[in-house]
Every structure is written in structure tokens, then in C-alpha cells.
């Protein structure tokens, strides 16, 4: 079964940076496409961007856009969400999954999300 695990969460004040990695077990990341999302309390778990395998092309939620990034870095096996001036409206659990779109992810494709909590 694939393993993603995210990691890098954690309190950080508002206008602040944080770092989140996304690790696989037991495959290469670089040959799928991979999703960041993200639910908050009470609210349903939303697409924040993705990066794709095939043209490497990237999206971003109009939320997050000019604020984060998200790349791969190959040597590691990674894919990251840089993610700065954040706001406390991003406070959420960040999951990263084999995918874009949340509709088409199958349950054993997802990690097991690291909180992200931006507060004073």
C-alpha cells in the first residue's frame, strides 16, 4: 500500500512562514501528480494547489495565490508547500494526496495531514 506523510506544520505567527514536505514510502514522487489540501474546522477539506507530473504545470487556490509555492525536490523525494504571509485563515490541517482534483483521490492516496496553526 502507498504511504504519503506530511510533515512541517506548526504555530506560527501571522505574516509568518512555514515549510510543508510531503514524503512517500515505497515509490518515487516525482512520477505522479500531487495535491495540497487543506481542512479547517468545520469546513470541508479544500484543494490549496498541486503540481503535476506530466508537464510539471502548477495550480493554486485564488486564496493562496502570490503567497504559496509549491516545487519538487527530487533529491529528497519530496514534494513541498512553501507557504508565506500567512494569515490566520489558513489554519488548517494540510494533507498532500496523488492527485488535483479531491473528487478522483481514492482514501489509501492521501497522508495523514500536519497542523498548521497561525495565530498571535
Known amino acids: 500500500q502507498v504511504r504519503l506523510v506530511e510533515s512541517g506544520g506548526g504555530l506560527v505567527q501571522p505574516g509568518g512562514s512555514l515549510r510543508l514536505s510531503c514524503s512517500p514510502s515505497g515509490f518515487t514522487m516525482d512520477f505522479y501528480t500531487v495535491g495540497w489540501f487543506r481542512q479547517a474546522p468545520g469546513k470541508e477539506r479544500e484543494g490549496v494547489s498541486c503540481i503535476r507530473s506530466g508537464d510539471g504545470s502548477t495550480t493554486y487556490a485564488d486564496s493562496v495565490k502570490g503567497r504559496f509555492t509549491i516545487g519538487r525536490d527530487i533529491a529528497k523525494n519530496t514534494v513541498y508547500l512553501r507557504m508565506r504571509s500567512l494569515k490566520p485563515e489558513d489554519t488548517a490541517v494540510y494533507y498532500c494526496?496523488?492527485?488535483?482534483?479531491?473528487?478522483?483521490?481514492?482514501?489509501?492516496?492521501w497522508g495523514q495531514g500536519t497542523q498548521v496553526t497561525v495565530s498571535s
Open positions: 494526496a496523488l492527485g488535483c482534483d479531491i473528487r478522483y483521490i481514492d482514501n489509501d492516496w
